[in-house]
């Protein structure tokens, strides 16, 4: 039996600080009587815009509802094309089929794994009515020639920014990019609820009001639908944790970026680091890295002890949910999910704990 000495997550001991005060929170919503739509969702709504600097924020059910009702906010016509990383995790394409959409492939930049802005170009045809992208990891994409082609080009900006709640390019946070942004909170990101919870940004008062109402059985007066809408709210108690969890937002990205600092000057050379750029601050959502043999290197920190994740085994293409896409040859995006491999980077983790990954990784 393999004794784990570091584990790869653990969701008690990264919410063991908020207890005290998740319990109090929940005994005051439970006392209210108040349980949708109601002053724990409207905090959090203009609390998180506040720290993300955007002017309107929309909570909803989770991050792929976040992602399809940007879509469906933006009136983007049914069987029109959205580009899409060809890395990027199955929900980013579900939406964008959600939406009744089609989604086209791009094949991202092997250093950062965010789309490549040179490869969009090419595959923009007259159908094509936005750009999703994704701050996969944690790492905002490289932005200013994807927003210069959407200007050029008068195509809608997506960000998928599930991954990186706090992360900044050029001193703006993920979510200022785009028309609309969406983010999960999802229990394992860096900002995460104690279930599934999401929420969408945008400076556009227009999208935000019929947001709400998108969400809300695409009714803004009680019994009057102006829309076909979906029941996609944030639930009250997920809001009321959140808030606290939004007050240590900062310092949870600080520890996982002094732990990702370890991976980076510890490492040898033996293994495909994250890329580091001054443009750029990441906030680790995912320490990945990448070797040719890794699956006999999982399976190596495992028998030491080490619980790893691979973000992700199979590329969309080839998940069979997406079998259309199959014919498709995205070489770069299979390297990528062949060789990648997530370490332990958690607001659990000491920095005791990264050491002894990287002592046995150094020894592979």
Same mark, same amino acid.
């Given at each position: 039996?393999?004794?784990?000495?570091?584990?790869?997550?653990?969701?008690?001991?990264?919410?063991?600080?908020?207890?005290?005060?998740?319990?109090?929170?929940?005994?005051?919503?439970?006392?209210?009587?108040?349980?949708?739509?109601?002053?724990?969702?409207?905090?959090?709504?203009?609390?998180?815009?506040?720290?993300?600097?955007?002017?309107?924020?929309?909570?909803?059910?989770?991050?792929?509802?976040?992602?399809?009702l940007s879509i469906k906010t933006l009136d983007i016509e049914k069987g029109s094309e959205i580009i899409v990383p060809s890395n990027t995790y199955i929900a980013t394409i579900l939406s964008i089929l959600h939406a009744g959409c089609k989604p086209v492939l791009v094949e991202p930049d092997i250093r950062t794994y965010n789309i490549d802005p040179s490869g969009i170009t090419s595959a923009i045809t007259e159908k094509t009515q936005a750009i999703m992208v994704v701050h996969?990891?944690?790492?905002?994409?490289?932005?200013?020639?994807?927003?210069?082609?959407?200007?050029?080009?008068?195509?809608?900006?997506?960000?998928?920014?599930?991954?990186?709640?706090?992360? #900044? /390019?050029? @001193?703006?946070?993920?979510?200022?990019?785009?028309?609309? &942004? %969406? *983010?999960?909170?999802?229990?394992?990101?860096? $900002?995460?609820?104690?279930?599934?919870?999401?929420?969408?940004?945008?400076?556009?008062?227009?999208?935000?009001?019929?947001?709400?109402?998108?969400?809300?059985?695409?009714?803004?007066?009680?019994?009057?639908? #102006? /829309?076909? @809408?979906?029941?996609?709210?944030?639930?009250?108690?997920? &809001? %009321? *944790?959140?808030?606290?969890?939004?007050?240590? $937002?900062?310092?949870?990205?600080?520890?996982?970026?002094?732990?990702?600092?370890?991976?980076?000057?510890?490492?040898?050379?033996?293994?495909?680091?994250?890329?580091?750029?001054?443009?750029?601050?990441?906030?680790?959502?995912?320490?990945?890295?990448?070797?040719?043999?890794?699956?006999?290197?999982?399976?190596?920190?495992?028998?030491?002890?080490?619980?790893?994740?691979?973000?992700?085994?199979?590329?969309?293409?080839?998940?069979?949910?997406?079998?259309?896409?199959?014919?498709?040859?995205?070489?770069?995006?299979?390297?990528?999910?062949?060789?990648?491999?997530?370490?332990?980077?958690?607001?659990?983790?000491?920095?005791?704990?990264?050491?002894?990954?990287?002592?046995?990784?150094?020894?592979?």
């Amino acid at each position: 039996m393999i004794h784990i000495k570091v584990e790869y997550e653990n969701l008690y001991r990264v919410n063991k600080p908020f207890i005290k005060e998740f319990r109090s929170k929940f005994n005051e919503v439970l006392n209210s009587g108040w349980f949708i739509l109601g002053k724990e969702v409207d905090l959090f709504e203009k609390e998180f815009a506040e720290y993300n600097n955007v002017k309107h924020c929309v909570g909803v059910a989770s991050g792929l509802d976040a992602l399809t009702l940007s879509i469906k906010t933006l009136d983007i016509e049914k069987g029109s094309e959205i580009i899409v990383p060809s890395n990027t995790y199955i929900a980013t394409i579900l939406s964008i089929l959600h939406a009744g959409c089609k989604p086209v492939l791009v094949e991202p930049d092997i250093r950062t794994y965010n789309i490549d802005p040179s490869g969009i170009t090419s595959a923009i045809t007259e159908k094509t009515q936005a750009i999703m992208v994704v701050h996969l990891y944690g790492k905002v994409c490289d932005m200013d020639p994807i927003i210069n082609i959407c200007r050029d080009k008068n195509l809608f900006l997506l960000e998928d920014c599930a991954q990186a709640h706090g992360a #900044e /390019y050029k @001193g703006w946070k993920a979510g200022n990019f785009g028309d609309m &942004a %969406a *983010f999960s909170f999802y229990p394992t990101k860096n $900002l995460g609820a104690l279930g599934d919870a999401g929420a969408v940004a945008t400076n556009n008062q227009v999208y935000m009001s019929k947001l709400r109402m998108l969400r809300n059985y695409g009714s803004g007066k009680k019994y009057h639908n #102006e /829309y076909i @809408g979906l029941n996609s709210r944030l639930d009250e108690l997920q &809001a %009321a *944790f959140l808030r606290i969890k939004l007050n240590m $937002l900062d310092e949870i990205n600080n520890h996982k970026r002094k732990l990702a600092q370890i991976y980076m000057n510890e490492l040898k050379n033996d293994f495909i680091l994250p890329v580091l750029h001054p443009d750029h601050k990441d906030v680790y959502h995912i320490f990945n890295i990448r070797h040719p043999k890794r699956d006999k290197l999982k399976d190596y920190l495992l028998k030491q002890g080490i619980k790893t994740e691979i973000h992700y085994p199979v590329p969309p293409h080839r998940q069979k949910a997406l079998s259309f896409l199959s014919a498709l040859s995205f070489p770069l995006s299979e390297e990528i999910h062949r060789t990648t491999l997530s370490l332990p980077i958690s607001y659990c983790h000491t920095e005791k704990d990264i050491y002894r990954v990287v002592e046995v990784l150094n020894k592979f």
